[in-house]
């Protein structure tokens, strides 16, 4: 991308798929998106998953965001961000 990051969409894991891993120079996002849900139950699912132990090598720290698209509005109406690595 032309800012530096790779991002990765629908990436396979061991128990999932992580809905997007967007890579950084200096940390690693790992972001959930649910619609009509709870930005809690996005990063409770990248933890109970283990989504970040594909970069566990990886020097960097690694970061759940999670974010909840409201059903009546469209937009993000909460977010949650948790460090994990």
Known sequence: ?????????????ADGRMDIALKLQDAIYI????????????TDQIIAKNYAVRF??????????GMN????RRT?????IVQVK
């Open 76 to 80: 993000i109406d909460s977010y949650r």
């Open 56 to 65: 566990a090598s990886d020097v960097r720290p690694v970061w759940a965001v």
């Open 31 to 42: 972001i959930e998106l649910k619609y009509g849900k709870t930005a809690e139950e996005a």
């Open 1 to 13: 991308m032309g800012f530096g990051a790779d991002v990765q969409a629908e990436d396979q894991t």
């Open 69 to 72: 698209i409201s059903q009546d």
